[in-house]
């Protein structure tokens, strides 16, 4: 069974808290976030095949991929990262197909008792109608989908 991710936008506020454990150490989640190459394996829903333009995590470095459906139809992300530490990330995130609408994600990692790990997102966007076009793209069943796949990668490390 996987752990349940909890995701929480409070009325009148354009903040959106996500929570997640895993039953791995906090190194092996923190390291799923940052190399390139596992992130592809997990980061969306199963049906979508990611390409990773750019991903360098360092303050200042910049990410960018596309999400791409079975029927060849893109879904471009970007943003840039602006602190890296070992408990914590912060990064913009942008939609390609609504661009100027920009969020700031923190995501911090703590440890937990018999090596597991809560993940904890906060997301600030510019607006509330930002944060409720954000919720009503179906984005709780990606992060969902995405968390699970990340636990599958994180077994079979």
């Not at 993940?119 to 509330?128: A, E, M």
Request: charge should be negative; charged fraction near 25%; proline fraction near 5%.
């Amino acid at each position: 069974m996987t752990n349940p991710v909890t995701i929480t936008a409070q009325p009148g506020v354009p903040f959106v808290d996500m929570v997640r454990e895993f039953d791995a150490p906090v190194a092996a989640v923190r390291r799923a976030h940052m190399e390139p190459e596992l992130v592809k394996q997990w980061l969306g829903p199963r049906r979508l095949a990611m390409e990773i333009q750019e991903y360098d995590v360092r303050p200042g470095g910049s990410w960018s991929y596309i999400h791409r459906d079975t029927d060849g139809t893109a879904y471009g992300f970007h943003g840039v990262f602006h602190s890296v530490g070992e408990d914590q990330i912060c990064q913009t995130f942008e939609f390609d197909g609504w661009p100027g609408h920009v969020s700031l994600e923190s995501a911090t990692f703590e440890a937990l008792d018999d090596n597991r790990t809560r993940l904890s997102i906060h997301s600030v966007y510019q607006s509330l109608e930002d944060r409720d076009g954000m919720i009503e793209s179906g984005m709780e069943g990606g992060v969902r989908e995405g968390y699970e796949r990340l636990d599958e990668l994180l077994a079979a490390s």
